[in-house]
């Protein structure tokens, strides 16, 4: 149980003995460490109610508390505040039952959780918006999953939208005889007519073409309506786009080790769309407006007009909108046993998700609290606009990741090297870098893409946590080079020491915070107080150089702990602890 949990639990009791609500039974952390572990404010909070005089309630609570051996002291200050300080040996117990691994989130029941990020488009390659999507899905995934939760990753492919038509209408465009665009052909070559680098060029060409022509556009529009509808050769020719795509869109995921479960995409919605839009027709739903099929998602306490959901465009073929309201249906329909689906997508979308998350709720397929739209800010380059390449284009995730690669390779002097272990070495760091850059901040904040901060050894940066883990494992080897090891009791002499032990009791309730909240930059910033506690525990208190080889190895246990914490929370960030480091550049 965590500390927070047993403070709670003991709260509860006294004050129900005082006949105090309940509710109000709650410690946080104190305001003023240097005075107290934990603070509660229910005493102050319930006098009005209770029509009595704060103090002499936190007097009784305070008189009920004091009986329990893990307090050190508890006080009364100021109008009524109960203050804790627990004792170091109750501090050193539960350390030993620290547990990393199986954090056990308490009072809530597992769910069977869909995540759906990474979001990648056929025939574009991925830009810098994906990996935000990518790295903050598959953290907040991990986070649920390290707390029972089942969870299950989509990636949902951007596959069936208008672009598509656009590409099939560019080819046949510049191929009109091929095998694909003729009617009444059934049988297509297996081998792709188009190579990757070939494909992600028509896509801007094709793209152009469709905004300066408008004979070309509809084409393209009725072509999406066809490719939708099933006409043969429109998916054969689609198929070698999907697959074309695909081969890098995986190769960039596995540089970021960002995974999935399931690589479906809006196309695989496509089965269930006739019966969805029957059953939405059927609950009065679905009804025409302009030509269009559409639903009304807005509410009379709306503050702006709320736009109807569009389900089939004037003229045929489906939406955004519909392929997503499609998959809801798929996923609770045929998998039945979803209790939620987050989607980790641009802030920007949130709208559609809205307009989404209504028409499900409407048409009764999930309750709307069920759906979660965790949106996040742009990445941005050093003037503060949206991050591009030199010469204004889009930048491609790719490219972005091969900034970070340069900037480690040139300070760890490896450029032009080829050993392997130091290769590895860098990859790692350099992906730390780029994962951490983002993940610490904010989720729905903006941020700056900016190598050369993020590779520094030294402040909030995915290298500075690795190489605390690393140099703290180094020890520990180092000891055991001298017969010392971590013993199984720790005792807390020290403020350093007391410090370090109060964060690393800690952990549960951070990890369940990140995950309450959806924020992985909470375990950021508790594995950097790590560090940072570590390093001053680590200068204040000699483990090697101990007065005694008792003390020497209560400090070796207090260092393990602090190495599993950072190495499981870097696995809940989804990054890797290399064994090696090479300290580089403006380290100490
Ligand atoms: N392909 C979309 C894009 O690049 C993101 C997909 C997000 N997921 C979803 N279910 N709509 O904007």
């Not at 069936?160 to 191929?175: D, Q, S, Y």
């Not at 790719?398 to 340069?406: F, K, T």
């Not at 190489?467 to 005792?491: E, F, G, M, N, T």
Request: proline content about 4%; aromatic content about 8%; hydrophobic content about 40%.
């Amino acid at each position: 149980m965590s500390i927070i949990h047993y403070l709670n639990a003991r709260a509860v009791q006294a004050f129900e003995a005082n006949e105090v609500p309940v509710e109000l039974a709650k410690f946080t952390p104190s305001d003023r460490p240097d005075l107290a572990d934990f603070q509660c404010n229910g005493a102050f909070q319930a006098a009005k109610a209770l029509r009595k005089n704060p103090r002499e309630i936190a007097a009784a609570i305070q008189e009920h508390l004091a009986t329990d051996p893990a307090f050190e002291e508890v006080t009364v200050a100021g109008p009524g505040f109960i203050n804790v300080r627990l004792t170091n040996e109750f501090l050193s117990k539960k350390l030993q039952q620290l547990d990393f691994e199986n954090v056990i989130d308490e009072g809530e029941k597992p769910e069977t959780m869909i995540f759906d990020y990474g979001g990648p488009n056929i025939a574009k390659p991925l830009h810098v918006g994906h990996l935000r999507s990518a790295v903050i899905g598959d953290a907040v995934k991990r986070i649920a999953r390290s707390l029972g939760h089942k969870v299950i990753a989509d990636v949902h492919l951007g596959d069936w939208g208008t672009p598509m038509g656009m590409l099939i209408a560019e080819m046949e465009h510049r191929n009109p005889d091929w095998p694909y665009f003729s009617e009444n052909e059934t049988s297509f070559p297996t081998e792709s007519p188009i190579k990757v680098d070939n494909l992600n060029k028509l896509y801007p060409e094709a793209a152009k073409h469709f905004k300066e022509d408008k004979d070309f556009a509809d084409r393209a529009r009725a072509i999406t309506a066809e490719l939708q509808a099933g006409r043969a050769g429109y998916r054969a020719l689609w198929q070698h786009f999907v697959n074309t795509s695909l081969t890098t869109v995986k190769k960039d995921f596995a540089a970021l080790d960002v995974n999935f479960d399931l690589w479906l995409g809006e196309s695989h919605a496509d089965v269930v769309m006739p019966a969805m839009l029957a059953d939405l027709k059927e609950k009065g739903l679905a009804v025409e407006s302009e030509g269009a099929l559409v639903i009304h998602v807005a509410r009379e306490d709306d503050d702006f007009e709320f736009p109807p959901l569009i389900l089939e465009k004037t003229g045929g073929g489906v939406t955004y909108g519909t392929t997503d309201l499609a998959t809801i249906y798929q996923r609770v329909n045929l998998e039945k046993k979803i209790d939620r689906i987050v989607y980790i997508v641009d802030q920007r979308q949130s709208l559609h998700f809205k307009q989404v998350f209504r028409a499900a709720a409407l048409a009764g397929y999930i309750d709307e609290d069920k759906l979660e739209h965790l949106g996040f800010g742009t990445v941005n380059g050093k003037d503060g606009k949206p991050f591009k390449t030199r010469e204004g284009g889009v930048m491609r995730l790719a490219e972005l990741l091969q900034m970070a690669r340069d900037e480690v390779a040139n300070k760890m002097g490896i450029v032009g090297k080829d050993d392997e272990s130091l290769i590895n070495m860098a990859e790692s760091i350099a992906m730390a870098a780029v994962k951490y850059g983002d993940l610490s901040t904010q989720r729905l904040s903006d941020y700056i893409f900016d190598t050369e901060a993020f590779v520094k050894l030294e402040g909030k940066t995915g290298p500075y946590i690795q190489y605390a883990a690393v140099r703290v494992q180094s020890l520990i080897d180092k000891a055991a080079d001298k017969d010392l090891k971590p013993s199984a009791d720790i005792h807390l002499e020290t403020a350093e020491e007391r410090s370090l032990a109060m964060l690393l009791l800690d952990y549960p309730v951070v990890l369940k915070r990140a995950h309450d909240r959806r924020m992985p930059s909470d375990i950021c910033e508790h594995v950097y107080n790590i560090a940072q506690a570590y390093s001053r525990f680590y200068q204040n208190c000699p483990v090697m150089t101990a007065d005694s080889k008792e003390q020497s190895e209560s400090r070796l246990a207090l260092s393990q702990l602090a190495r599993k914490d950072i190495v499981a929370s870097m696995d809940k960030l989804g990054i890797e602890i290399p064994d090696r480091m090479v300290t580089f550049g403006d380290s100490d």
